[in-house]
């Protein structure tokens, strides 16, 4: 049986690059700490990823075409014959 240093050396090099460096910045006490820290790190992404989602499809007609329709509209509006 390998030792805890090892094992937690081993479990490091083996996690996702973004994981792993956002996990190496805590200080952690034994393999089980490590493993409760990479499951709060990997939930934090998981929340962030789902949250852009979400937002990206919030704003589905960007601002600045919509400003440009509504100065087109108005130029239209001005060439038309006033009744």
Known sequence: MESEPTTIARF?????LEIKDRV????????????????????????????RREG?????YPKREYKREES?????QEKLPRV
């Open 12 to 16: 490091l090099s083996g996690l996702n």
């Open 72 to 76: 087109v509209l108005e130029k239209n």
């Open 24 to 51: 190496e910045l805590f200080p952690f006490q034994d393999l089980n700490d490590l493993i409760q820290l990479c499951t709060k790190v990997e939930q934090q992404n998981l929340r962030k990823t789902s949250s």
């Open 56 to 60: 990206s499809y919030s704003n589905s």
